[in-house]
């Protein structure tokens, strides 16, 4: 299946302003999630975009700006881990993915969401494994996956002692070993790390 198979149903209808919607950052202990939302330009479409998580860290750098300059529009929106930890990290997504949409300076004919469902009001398809199935979700992916990671290298700053710029918040055995010696600092969820700080007391 190509990465435009969902997309050409709505090019048949002469609808070109189809918005990819995805999210990164659901699973990390630390750091905000952060939403991607992308109108992409398809007469300049960018070869290898696809879901994020198996693209590397270099070529993700480089097609992001490229991400940005050619899109018709383009957004991101983060939830931050204290709102996380008080509605979960179901709702903190979908309230990213919303911000995300809403920012966008042009309004698009239809949304293409990865796996969730918004109701925004707007035509919406869910799509599971959308970021590897779909060429506007995939853009959104990258987007989204490089802003958070960029946010999550600048926490490394304010709290060294984590390694949030190898990783970028998640459970990794050194993560979790620095929790346990530190405790948490102000940028952990803390209904995701109540059980390792449990193991420590």
């Known amino acids: 299946m190509d990465n435009l198979f969902y997309e050409k149903d709505y090019f048949a209808l002469g609808k070109y302003l189809i918005c990819g919607v995805d999210e990164v950052g659901r699973g990390p202990?630390?750091?905000?999630?952060?939403?991607?939302?992308?109108?992409?330009?398809?007469k300049k479409m960018i070869k290898g975009v696809t879901d994020s998580k198996v693209?590397?860290?270099?070529?993700?750098?480089?097609?992001?700006p490229e991400i940005k300059a050619t899109a018709v529009a383009a957004a991101t929106a983060t939830v931050g881990h204290d709102v996380i930890d008080e509605i979960n990290?179901?709702?903190?997504?979908?309230?990213?993915?919303?911000?995300?949409v809403f920012s966008l300076p042009a309004q698009p004919e239809v949304l293409f969401i990865d796996a969730l469902k918004l109701d925004t009001g707007m035509a919406e398809v869910s799509i599971i494994h959308g970021d590897a199935l779909s060429y506007s979700i995939g853009m959104a992916s990258v987007l989204a996956k490089v802003e958070r990671d960029n946010l999550m290298?600048?926490?490394?700053?304010?709290?060294?002692?984590?390694?949030?710029?190898?990783?970028?918040?998640?459970?990794?055995?050194?993560?979790?070993?620095?929790?346990?010696?530190?405790?948490?600092?102000?940028?952990?969820?803390?209904t995701f790390i109540r059980k390792i700080l449990e193991g420590r007391e």
């Open 29 to 42: 202990l630390a750091g905000p999630v952060m939403a991607g939302a992308v109108i992409p330009n398809f």
């Open 55 to 64: 693209l590397t860290d270099k070529f993700r750098r480089e097609i992001y």
């Open 153 to 190: 290298i600048k926490y490394a700053e304010l709290y060294p002692e984590y390694g949030f710029e190898d990783h970028k918040g998640y459970g990794t055995r050194h993560h979790i070993e620095m929790i346990k010696k530190y405790g948490p600092c102000p940028i952990h969820r803390k």
């Open 89 to 100: 990290i179901l709702n903190a997504t979908k309230q990213a993915m919303k911000s995300a």
